[in-house]
């Protein structure tokens, strides 16, 4: 018998909801990523082929998070898996 971890990838599939799958998931795994401090100043927006867009509260936070975007990559990646998010794009909101 199949458990629910086979059977769910495939109905996600058929559905047609892989992107939507994949961008909740790289949500998460970037709001843990850029931990608690930062968590309420950021948004991500977007997953567009391989690059995560996201939103910040102020050019600071973007610069911080450009900064230790290597770190903040690999984090989203072990959560999203195949294809791997390539880059990341800050966008400050007004």
Known sequence: MEGIGEIL???V???G???QVRLARAQAAFQD???EYLRPHVRVT???GGTLVVACAH????????MESVALLAAVN???????????RFQ???
């Open 33 to 35: 990523a850029c931990g």
């Open 46 to 48: 977007s997953l567009e």
């Open 78 to 88: 072990s959560k999203v898996g195949s294809p791997p998010v390539r880059r990341l």
């Open 92 to 94: 400050v909101e007004s």
């Open 13 to 15: 599939r058929k559905l």
């Open 59 to 66: 050019p600071a936070i973007a610069h911080q998070l450009q």
């Open 9 to 11: 990838p495939r109905v």
């Open 17 to 19: 909801f892989q992107r």
